[in-house]
């Protein structure tokens, strides 16, 4: 919408442009409001995956932190960026400073969240008592893919009941570059989604089951 | 356990203490798995809150997010004094600082959440462009008081099926000082508890009726 004009030519056309709606700015294919919901999610989702990460010692998990601090840096870049293109007026600039604020919190929860999970790597010494001081009961985050012979593919999460079938709540769907944080009933699975779950063991090898194929159905 | 020896005197003991088990270390009627275990789940429950506070100008919520707030500054003080007084040798010390480690990252999450929350301050200029960009759904965190003429006193969530009958999540409960940051079937509901709850308003408008006595069932 405002590619190739530059700032100062930006600042010049100043007074005639309108009130910013943030709906409807765009840049690189995001708008504002899609970053910080975006931000949002992953800074809620990171945290439980940090966690994680540590008290079963979880590389794969670990990964997935990583994964998520990495698209973080890049979301808080896009936002400021697209907050300096945006600002016109001095209410502008102080709407934007708001949301500024909210991602760069964000920001510094995924960096702590990234801390956390980083100490599985330091080996021995300080990790070591982790597991024990903070695991709690017998739930457990897993990472899974779903495999194109799995007859979950293209089915939606609430026709499965996969919750009620297996105890396993699915928090979080990776599919490809793109991540679905807060998955529901009316979500569709594909193939090669690569699913976040959390729950005992034993729900998770029966639902390991199904979304390898190995098995048709889930009751 | 170790109350008015100085860490000198501690120190030149040293040598014939054991390894520590941290389950048993005693200050303050805390372990120090328990004061990590709570600072995990704060760090957790904060940020929806914190969320939660700007997306529906929420002054109730905001007190509870300031009330976690100095509860997680007092946890991470009492940490930092247990580890002190706990290190015996090197391996003792390596062990404990990646418990700190923990607790700062907790401690950092929990001011970055705060930092969101204050947000809802600031009045017009900033704030207002916040819960338009971040609302989604219909879901909302609210704050309720069991009355002790409710028929939910000491019963069981789960014998309530609070979550079948309206809907509304229960995320965390407070009594009096003490925190239940995630409650579960069998959890008892007491007078006066303040529970946390996430769902949407008729949810919360049936739950309210039950929880204040003004109905006797939630069916």
Do not use: C
């Given at each position: 919408?405002?590619?190739?004009?530059?700032?100062?030519?930006?600042?010049?056309?100043?007074?005639?442009?309108?009130?910013?709606?943030?709906?409807?700015?765009?840049?690189?294919?995001?708008?504002?409001?899609?970053?910080?919901?975006?931000?949002?999610?992953?800074?809620?989702?990171?945290?439980?995956?940090?966690?994680?990460?540590?008290?079963?010692?979880?590389?794969?998990?670990?990964?997935?932190?990583?994964?998520?601090?990495?698209?973080?840096?890049?979301?808080?870049?896009?936002?400021?960026?697209?907050?300096?293109?945006?600002?016109?007026?001095?209410?502008?600039?102080?709407?934007?400073?708001?949301?500024?604020?909210?991602?760069?919190?964000?920001e510094t929860i995924s960096n702590a969240a990234g801390d956390i999970a980083n100490l599985v790597d330091i080996g021995k010494g300080k990790a070591d008592i982790l597991p024990k001081v903070l695991k709690k009961a017998d739930e457990k985050i897993f990472r899974i893919k779903i495999s194109p012979k799995s007859s979950a593919c293209n089915k939606l999460i609430g026709d499965l009941a996969v919750e009620s079938e297996t105890g396993m709540h699915i928090i979080a769907i990776r599919r490809g570059e793109f991540w679905i944080y807060d998955p529901g009933a009316e979500t569709m699975l594909k193939a090669e989604d690569t699913l976040i779950v959390r729950g005992t063991e034993d729900g998770f090898d029966e639902l390991k089951l199904f979304l390898t194929g190995k098995r048709r159905t889930l009751e």
């Open positions: 919408m405002r590619k190739g004009l530059g700032i100062l030519g930006r600042l010049q056309k100043t007074p005639k442009w309108k009130k910013v709606e943030f709906d409807e700015i765009e840049y690189k294919a995001h708008t504002v409001k899609e970053i910080l919901t975006e931000m949002k999610n992953i800074s809620e989702l990171i945290i439980d995956l940090a966690y994680s990460v540590i008290i079963f010692k979880d590389q794969e998990i670990a990964e997935e932190v990583k994964y998520l601090e990495t698209r973080m840096d890049y979301l808080n870049y896009e936002i400021r960026m697209m907050a300096m293109l945006a600002a016109r007026t001095r209410e502008d600039a102080e709407q934007l400073t708001g949301i500024l604020q909210i991602a760069e919190a964000a």
